[in-house]
Nanobody, 115 residues
């Protein structure tokens, strides 16, 4: 059974950067897709970015395109989300999971962008 453990969140100011990490276990890389999702207060969870675990193709939500980069280190079983030029609206709890998502979500990591 796949498990996801996210870390790296924190409190930052607008324009700053963060790097999120997600250690993935019980998952076979190859044909599946891994993704970062986020859930802002009072809103539904949304997909932020995804990466193919085979060829490494990536895709981003329009709201983060050009600012966020999703990376996968297969040797470390770790998925990353590099976030630059953070905005107030990026405040959310960030999760990683497969796409489509598996029922077993991690605890997430909280990102707060505040003045």
């Amino acid at each position: 059974q796949a498990q996801f453990v996210e870390s790296g969140g924190g409190l930052v100011q607008p324009g700053e950067s963060l790097r999120l990490s997600c250690v993935v276990s019980g998952f076979t890389f190859g044909s599946d897709i891994l993704a970062w999702y986020r859930q802002a207060p009072g809103k539904e969870r949304e997909r932020v970015a995804f990466i193919g675990t085979g060829r490494g193709h990536t895709s981003y939500a329009d709201s983060v395109k050009g600012r966020f980069t999703i990376l996968l280190d297969k040797e470390k079983n770790t998925l990353y989300l590099e976030m630059n030029d953070l905005k107030l609206e990026d405040t959310a709890v960030y999760y990683c999971n497969r796409l489509p998502a598996l029922p077993s979500w991690g605890q997430g990591t909280r990102v707060t962008v505040s003045l």
